[in-house]
């Protein structure tokens, strides 16, 4: 059974810098693509950034290009999201998701329908 924890969500300044951390196990890492979401009260969940595991391509969000960057260990079957400069409108709860459809990460991104499994989340705060 596929699994993801999420960890390294917390409190954190505007303009500082937080990682978050997805551990992945029970499938074949690299036929993957993961998936980082998030959700903030009273808002619809939306994708940030995904990454396909087999050659390592990866899409961002408009709202976050430039500031947050999606890497892999695939040695230690783990996903990253550095987020860097983060501002108030990025507080929101963070899910990491895992899907066997390898396709591009742009195409996945804006359709969470085809991630089959979730983390459960990591709540990231940022203080102005």
């Known amino acids: 059974e596929v699994q993801l924890v999420e960890s390294g969500g917390g409190l954190v300044q505007a303009g500082g810098s937080l990682r978050l951390s997805c551990a992945a196990s029970?499938?074949?890492?690299?036929?993957?693509?993961i998936g980082w979401f998030r959700q903030a009260p009273g808002k619809e969940r939306e994708g940030v950034a995904c990454i396909r595991l087999s050659d390592g391509n990866t899409y961002y969000a408009d709202s976050v290009k430039g500031r947050f960057t999606i890497s892999s260990d695939n040695g230690n079957y783990t996903v990253y999201l550095r987020m860097n400069s983060p501002k108030p409108e990025d507080t929101a709860v963070y899910y990491c998701?895992?899907?066997?459809?390898?396709?591009?990460?742009?195409?996945?991104?804006?359709?969470?329908?085809?991630?089959?499994?979730w983390g459960q989340g990591t709540q990231v705060t940022v203080s102005s």
């Open positions: 029970g499938f074949t890492f690299d036929d993957y693509a």
């Open positions: 998701a895992a899907t066997s459809l390898s396709l591009i990460p742009a195409f996945l991104l804006a359709r969470p329908g085809l991630f089959d499994s």
